[in-house]
């Protein structure tokens, strides 16, 4: 294999930041009747860039292969539906947004965000690779583009009149191999006076919480706030405000405009994050050292805990079939000699396999049946969601186990 470089920056590639050995892809969940076929497993292997910092995967995959059939569908979670309708009211509050301004969302899944602003009649439009979820978006009358973002699509937007007032990226800044094209894109789609809003998980969370197991295949990019700072302005898109979210185990809302556009003030909230990054030592080596021994230390935890439950006679079933979750599993080696079944309440997922470990998908109501000892919740930033809605297992004297950031049993 060839010295891989920095998407960003071109800089080679040459300090890992953690290897999780190999691994299927995160979302390529299989139909029990092709269980005895051939899985394929790819390198899970991140860098860290000595020139700008960027936490990164090596594209092992195409985005076609990967996104073009998705099984994520958005709507299933509740506190993120709640997240999205909370901040589509403050767009519209602070934007100003109305029925002659235009909302774009890139990597819209299933009109989950932009029914919202539908809702307050404001034109919207939606951009999906993945066909099967952007029907389930077109189903509920968003209008939705069927391809992937980049350079070529911001061009042929613009050149339709369709720039976006509020141009929307959450979540999916990390999903491009293609990290200059994309926000190179971004800025040919914004409108002379727009806002683009972006979410992603923010790397110092991922390093200081043990988060490794967002770390999967269609997650090519993992990013500091310098970094993503420094990545938009190469762009010449200037950030103007920053906001901390609970979302995804701690991510960051990014406001930006054009360059010398005007409007709000750069908000001391960037500066002081900045320098937050910088204080910590984000700039320097020295914080993402040791990150890989908790990696294995946290693997080590969750096998003895298993092994042990096991030996009693203990019987266990997962909560949750998220990519994060097969992550989890693959590196740990867990699969149906630990983990009878698990769970999920997208019909998308039911009846089919987890990726690599194979363990089977079933609806809520299987862990009910099953009355099992302990629930391993795989989705561990949903937890107080899914112990709200399962508590009736504490009835048969069930306990809820999570693994990250640390090993805990949940009374």
Known sequence: MS?????????????????????????????????AEPEVFYPLHTYLCDGCFLVQLPAVQSPEEIFRHYAYFSSYADTWLAHAEAYAAAMVERFHLGSDSRVVEVASNDGYLLRFFKERGIPVLGIEPAQNVARAAEAIGIPTITEFFGRSLAQELAAGGRRADLLVANNVLAHTPHLNDFV?????????????????????????????????????SYFSFTTAHRVLAAHHLEVFDVER????????????????????????????????????????????????????????????????????????????????????????????????????????????????????????????????????????????????????VRDWGGRFVVAIPELEEIP
């Open 3 to 35: 010295q891989p470089t920095c998407r960003f920056c071109s800089a080679p590639l040459r300090r890992t930041f953690v290897d999780l050995g190999t691994s299927p892809l995160a979302n390529a969940y299989r139909d029990p009747a092709a269980a």
């Open 184 to 220: 190179a894109g971004l800025a040919l789609a914004l409108a002379p006076g727009g806002v683009l809003t972006l979410e992603f998980p923010h790397l110092l969370e991922l390093i200081e919480h043990n988060q490794f197991d967002t770390i999967y295949h269609e997650h090519f």
């Open 245 to 392: 979210l609970p979302t995804h185990g701690g991510s960051l809302r990014v406001y930006a405009r054009h360059r010398d556009a005007g409007g709000e003030s750069v908000s001391r909230r960037v500066t002081a994050l900045l320098a937050e990054e910088e204080a910590a030592g984000y700039l320097t080596l020295d914080p993402y050292r040791g990150f890989a021994e908790r990696v294995r230390a946290t693997k080590r935890a969750l096998l003895r805990f298993l092994i042990e439950a096991k030996d009693a006679g203990k019987r266990i079933a997962g909560y949750g079939a998220p990519a994060k979750g097969n992550t989890l599993l693959n590196y740990c080696g867990i699969r149906t000699d630990f983990l009878d079944f698990t769970v999920d309440r997208s019909p998308h997922k039911q009846g089919r396999l987890l990726p690599g470990s194979q363990v089977p998908i079933r609806p809520p109501d299987a862990i009910r049946e099953a009355r099992p000892d302990y629930v391993l919740i795989l989705p561990w930033n949903l937890r107080q969601e899914i112990v709200e809605q399962m508590a009736d």
